[in-house]
């Protein structure tokens, strides 16, 4: 199982950045994937998830209404569209998988898979 997490950058505040996170090596239709985020100094905290067969997804009340999950079953590629970012949204940025069909951000402890981070930067 590979996760592979791409497009993080700086931005200014109120800017947009899309998150991509390449998967592969596992049945996506029966898996869950998450993305993650862990600031300085601060626990890894959930930020949206996403069932893989039928595209239902959550979102942390901190991104509702500013970022947005989707996946292309084509590419195997999840992303995070991410708007009106502040810079309370600086963190290094992880997606996660694990089985399941449920669209609720679970504990970090229950994701099987997770790739490695991509730095997101908010400047004021």
């Known amino acids: 199982v590979q996760l592979q997490a791409s497009g993080g950058g700086s931005v200014q505040s109120g800017g947009s950045l899309t998150l991509a996170c390449a998967a592969s090596g596992f049945n996506f239709y029966e898996f869950e994937i998450g993305w993650f985020r862990q600031a300085p100094g601060k626990v890894l905290e959930g930020v949206s998830c996403i069932i893989w067969y039928n595209g239902n997804s959550g979102y942390a009340d901190s991104v509702k209404g500013r970022f947005t999950i989707s996946r292309d079953n084509v590419k195997n590629t999840l992303y995070l569209q991410m708007d009106s970012l502040s810079p309370m949204d600086t963190a290094v940025y992880y997606c996660?998988?694990?089985?399941?069909?449920?669209?609720?951000?679970?504990?970090?402890?229950?994701?099987?898979?997770w790739g490695l981070g991509t730095q997101v930067t908010v400047s004021s």
């Open positions: 996660a998988a694990r089985p399941g069909r449920t669209a609720v951000i679970r504990s970090p402890g229950l994701y099987n898979y």
